[in-house]
């Protein structure tokens, strides 16, 4: 488990170009692929342990969220992107999701903090995560990895590099990870919470001369999950009376279960994804100091979940997605010679998207009873007397299906300069142009028995006709910098950006009365002003990074889940005006060898500025909208703190012995939009801890490890269903204690 090097820079790419992490003026952290491998950092979550002002939600490929500095907790939305943008080898991916599988072979993970709108470009308003994987070499290599650990968990992964001519190298990456259910159904007595995941990833490499080289990668991936299975939060500690009667009615148990070990759903928990994607990038230098990139990619995901919808043990209903999301990104870049102490780069894009949802529930023949609370026996008799008890239990055995298929086009023309004023002295300026269109259609066609598959004609009504909806927007991103080096090792910046998310659309049908202009979003703009200094000194042995910002949010995208013609949905809304300010602190020390420290605090106040017309907590009692102005944003705690170390020591033999361990804390936060105190998370730590011995030429190493070995129970995120489980949430848990071994090998 080696310890970066005394005397390594860090190498970063957060201007299109490589720079020592110390030279450059953001806010930004690198994370080295050797330091996740070490530590077992396969998944997106697990930035959350090593980045300030971070937090990353990953319930399935669907519902996924990052919230950089409170902004971005916006997870499952198919009709517009997250406010923090996800980028692989340089291509941004359309949803987050795409990026919650297993990060193997990672060169690097960066985390820019910030909008990053005029290099990053599309939908960066709150940072951006740019991922890049190892490069084929032209040298023989590879590795192999094998954990198990408790719950079955079973992970396996290997890569091997090597030339396949003088010109030409490749490198093939495999994984597959397992693991048991962590949640028990009282239902059924099965564990749900399942893992599965498989992939793999083949690259080449074409080098022909020290001036041109193509890199072309293609991947696949496929999860399976029972990630749906869901824990309910009652209100106050009681079953609300409208609860107790729909329980009543159709005899069923609801587990509460406040430390989300257990469940009375009965199924079906099924969520899954599969992708494909491939991409090519060229690079070639020319004439004195210019370089042209082309970067072109398409990558299909596909998605498709059932998940039982109220949480009891009744038959009731279950619902969910089916998605196909397919994207072409193209991008064309000239970064071009310094000329008069100023260097320039310059580029063109273009980003399409074609997504195709199928949002669907299925209602099985206790619907009626629950949603009514009447009991089986007496529905035929109040049927009779009610067309509107008689509409419902029409209900029973139907299949409910709402598509849409959003299209995205965007188009953008950007350029950045830097201006070197002085030897310490530097100053950059950059514009980004974005033009976006992006339209689609919702129709729902008549309900289906799902006994028969014919439609049901007592739902005829329920039908709707397409409703179509499109939003054009054009803006401009912007970047002005400056930084100084006061002294040798350290540097103080400060800048103002400004970064634009487009506008999106509901994908679901607008409330009855309202046409298509009702689905659109309106676009989220983003100003941030930030001052900052980095230092390091004694050969990189000590390096600290502080920052002070404030962000300016207008139109603040974020999702709601409301009862919209009889079907619990997930709406896009505009949460009007909102800000974020605070401060961010990040140290590393190497006191001697052998020993590595690295740690970071954050302040985040993070509130809603102008939220009028907000969405109520469950506590609140006939009121349909509720002001939110001047609360917190959901899913920002206010502090972020996290320490992390080895400590290697020889131990004879040709062997070294090591240990570690990983602390991450983040105080209370409110985890749902409408910032119900029955949906405060956080104010917990997390600890991994690991104990190891690799041989000196890193061959081979075998370590044991825990992850949350103090087994702290947290909710991740919640959602208020509305009607069909009044007065109270449903949550989503992390993972409890874990342990095992992980055994590598390298050549």
């Given at each position: 488990m080696p310890a970066p090097e005394q005397g390594d820079d860090i190498l970063v790419t957060a201007r299109k170009v490589k720079e020592k992490l110390s030279d450059v003026p953001v806010a930004i952290t690198a994370i080295g692929g050797e330091q996740l491998r070490a530590n077992d950092h396969i998944r997106l979550e697990d930035l959350n342990q090593l980045v300030p002002s971070t937090n990353v939600v990953v319930t399935n490929g669907h519902q996924t969220s990052i919230s950089i500095r409170g902004i971005g907790n916006n997870p499952g939305s198919d009709g517009l992107e997250n406010s923090a943008g996800v980028f692989m080898d340089g291509v941004y991916l359309g949803r987050p999701g795409m990026a919650a599988s297993d990060l193997i072979d990672i060169k690097q993970v960066e985390v820019l903090r910030g909008p990053q709108g005029t290099l990053f470009g599309k939908n960066t308003t709150a940072g951006a995560v740019n991922i890049t994987t190892e490069l084929p070499d032209f040298k023989w290599g590879g590795q192999a990895r094998l954990s198990y650990g408790n719950y079955n968990y079973q992970q396996y992964q290997g890569s091997v590099t090597g030339p396949i001519s003088d010109t030409l190298a490749f490198r093939a990456t495999a994984y597959r990870t397992t693991r048991d259910g962590t949640l028990y159904d009282t239902t059924t007595g099965h564990k749900e919470n399942t893992l599965g995941r498989a992939g793999g990833r083949l690259q080449l490499l074409y080098k022909p001369s020290s001036d041109l080289s193509v890199r072309l990668i293609g991947e696949y991936a496929s999860e399976q999950q029972?990630?749906?299975?869901?824990?309910?939060?009652?209100?106050?500690?009681?079953?609300?009376?409208?609860?107790?009667?729909?329980?009543?009615?159709?005899?069923?148990?609801?587990?509460?279960?406040?430390?989300?070990?257990?469940?009375?759903?009965?199924?079906?928990?099924?969520?899954?994804?599969?992708?494909?994607?491939?991409?090519?990038?060229?690079?070639?230098?020319?004439?004195?100091?210019?370089?042209?990139?082309?970067?072109?990619?398409?990558?299909?995901?596909?998605?498709?979940?059932?998940?039982?919808?109220?949480?009891?043990?009744?038959?009731?209903?279950?619902?969910?997605?089916?998605?196909?999301?397919?994207?072409?990104?193209?991008?064309?870049?000239?970064?071009?010679?310094?000329?008069?102490?100023?260097?320039?780069v310059v580029g063109l894009y273009y980003f399409r998207q074609q997504v195709h949802t199928d949002q669907y529930t299925s209602y099985g023949p206790e619907a009626a009873a629950w949603l009514t609370g009447i009991s089986d026996a007496l529905l035929p008799i109040y049927a009779k007397l009610s067309p509107s008890v008689a509409g419902v239990l029409a209900y029973n055995n139907t299949q409910w299906d709402t598509f849409a298929n959003p299209l995205t086009n965007s188009y953008a023309a950007f350029g950045q300069a830097n201006w070197h004023v002085?030897?310490?002295?530097?100053?950059?300026?950059?514009?980004?142009?974005?033009?976006?269109?992006?339209?689609?259609?919702?129709?729902?066609?008549?309900?289906?028995?799902?006994?028969?598959?014919?439609?049901?004609?007592?739902?005829?009504?329920?039908?709707?006709?397409?409703?179509?909806?499109?939003?054009?927007?054009?803006?401009?991103?912007?970047?002005?910098?400056?930084?100084?080096?006061?002294?040798?090792?350290?540097?103080?910046?400060?800048?103002?950006?400004?970064?634009?998310?487009?506008?999106?659309?509901?994908?679901?049908?607008?409330?009855?009365?309202?046409?298509?202009?009702?689905?659109?979003?309106?676009?989220?703009?983003?100003?941030?002003?930030?001052?900052?200094?980095?230092?390091?000194?004694?050969?990189h042995r000590l390096t600290f990074n502080l920052d002070v910002f404030r962000t300016d949010i207008r139109n603040y995208q974020a999702n709601v889940l409301e009862t919209v013609n009889n079907q619990t949905v997930q709406l896009l809304t505009n949460a009007g005006g909102a800000r974020t300010q605070g401060v961010e602190a990040e140290a590393t020390a190497?006191?001697?060898?052998?020993?590595?420290?690295?740690?970071?605090?954050?302040?985040?106040?993070?509130?809603?500025?102008?939220?009028?017309?907000?969405?109520?907590?469950?506590?609140?009692?006939?009121?349909?909208?509720?002001?939110?102005?001047?609360?917190?944003?959901?899913?920002?705690?206010?502090?972020?703190?996290?320490?992390?170390?080895?400590?290697?020591?020889?131990?004879?033999?040709?062997?070294?012995?090591?240990?570690?361990?990983?602390?991450?804390?983040?105080?209370?936060?409110?985890?749902?939009?409408?910032?119900?105190?029955?949906?405060?998370?956080?104010?917990?730590?997390?600890?991994?801890?690991?104990?190891?011995?690799?041989?000196?030429?890193?061959?081979?190493?075998?370590?044991?490890?825990?992850?949350?070995?103090?087994?702290?129970?947290?909710?991740?995120?919640?959602?208020n269903y509305g009607t069909l489980l009044p007065g109270t949430y449903v949550a989503f848990f992390g993972d409890p204690a874990t342990y095992g071994a992980t055994l590598r090998f390298s050549f």
């Amino acid at each position: 488990m080696p310890a970066p090097e005394q005397g390594d820079d860090i190498l970063v790419t957060a201007r299109k170009v490589k720079e020592k992490l110390s030279d450059v003026p953001v806010a930004i952290t690198a994370i080295g692929g050797e330091q996740l491998r070490a530590n077992d950092h396969i998944r997106l979550e697990d930035l959350n342990q090593l980045v300030p002002s971070t937090n990353v939600v990953v319930t399935n490929g669907h519902q996924t969220s990052i919230s950089i500095r409170g902004i971005g907790n916006n997870p499952g939305s198919d009709g517009l992107e997250n406010s923090a943008g996800v980028f692989m080898d340089g291509v941004y991916l359309g949803r987050p999701g795409m990026a919650a599988s297993d990060l193997i072979d990672i060169k690097q993970v960066e985390v820019l903090r910030g909008p990053q709108g005029t290099l990053f470009g599309k939908n960066t308003t709150a940072g951006a995560v740019n991922i890049t994987t190892e490069l084929p070499d032209f040298k023989w290599g590879g590795q192999a990895r094998l954990s198990y650990g408790n719950y079955n968990y079973q992970q396996y992964q290997g890569s091997v590099t090597g030339p396949i001519s003088d010109t030409l190298a490749f490198r093939a990456t495999a994984y597959r990870t397992t693991r048991d259910g962590t949640l028990y159904d009282t239902t059924t007595g099965h564990k749900e919470n399942t893992l599965g995941r498989a992939g793999g990833r083949l690259q080449l490499l074409y080098k022909p001369s020290s001036d041109l080289s193509v890199r072309l990668i293609g991947e696949y991936a496929s999860e399976q999950q029972s990630s749906g299975a869901v824990s309910v939060i009652p209100s106050m500690g009681i079953t609300p009376a409208a609860i107790q009667a729909k329980l009543a009615a159709t005899g069923a148990k609801l587990t509460i279960d406040p430390t989300g070990q257990s469940s009375a759903a009965g199924g079906p928990f099924s969520t899954g994804t599969r992708q494909a994607a491939t991409s090519a990038e060229v690079n070639w230098s020319f004439g004195n100091g210019f370089t042209l990139t082309s970067l072109s990619a398409f990558r299909y995901w596909q998605y498709n979940s059932a998940s039982d919808t109220e949480g009891s043990s009744a038959d009731v209903m279950y619902g969910g997605y089916h998605i196909h999301d397919k994207q072409i990104t193209q991008e064309v870049r000239l970064a071009m010679p310094r000329v008069a102490n100023i260097d320039t780069v310059v580029g063109l894009y273009y980003f399409r998207q074609q997504v195709h949802t199928d949002q669907y529930t299925s209602y099985g023949p206790e619907a009626a009873a629950w949603l009514t609370g009447i009991s089986d026996a007496l529905l035929p008799i109040y049927a009779k007397l009610s067309p509107s008890v008689a509409g419902v239990l029409a209900y029973n055995n139907t299949q409910w299906d709402t598509f849409a298929n959003p299209l995205t086009n965007s188009y953008a023309a950007f350029g950045q300069a830097n201006w070197h004023v002085t030897p310490r002295w530097n100053i950059t300026a950059g514009v980004r142009v974005t033009h976006e269109t992006r339209s689609e259609d919702v129709f729902r066609p008549n309900p289906v028995s799902t006994t028969t598959g014919q439609a049901v004609s007592a739902l005829a009504s329920a039908a709707a006709a397409p409703v179509h909806a499109a939003i054009s927007d054009t803006a401009p991103s912007f970047l002005f910098s400056t930084d100084y080096r006061p002294a040798p090792g350290l540097m103080v910046y400060g800048q103002i950006s400004r970064g634009q998310k487009a506008g999106g659309l509901n994908t679901t049908l607008p409330p009855t009365g309202l046409g298509g202009s009702s689905l659109e979003v309106l676009p989220e703009t983003a100003t941030n002003y930030e001052i900052g200094l980095k230092g390091e000194w004694f050969k990189h042995r000590l390096t600290f990074n502080l920052d002070v910002f404030r962000t300016d949010i207008r139109n603040y995208q974020a999702n709601v889940l409301e009862t919209v013609n009889n079907q619990t949905v997930q709406l896009l809304t505009n949460a009007g005006g909102a800000r974020t300010q605070g401060v961010e602190a990040e140290a590393t020390a190497r006191p001697f060898d052998g020993l590595s420290l690295r740690g970071f605090v954050a302040y985040n106040d993070a509130k809603y500025r102008s939220y009028v017309n907000g969405p109520c907590p469950v506590e609140v009692i006939n009121q349909s909208t509720c002001d939110l102005s001047g609360k917190p944003i959901a899913g920002a705690p206010q502090w972020t703190a996290g320490v992390n170390g080895t400590y290697e020591h020889k131990v004879g033999h040709g062997l070294v012995g090591y240990v570690s361990g990983e602390y991450a804390w983040r105080s209370s936060y409110f985890a749902s939009l409408d910032d119900s105190v029955l949906t405060r998370a956080g104010d917990y730590g997390l600890l991994n801890l690991r104990v190891g011995v690799h041989t000196a030429d890193q061959r081979w190493d075998l370590s044991f490890w825990g992850r949350n070995v103090t087994n702290v129970h947290y909710a991740t995120n919640y959602f208020n269903y509305g009607t069909l489980l009044p007065g109270t949430y449903v949550a989503f848990f992390g993972d409890p204690a874990t342990y095992g071994a992980t055994l590598r090998f390298s050549f």
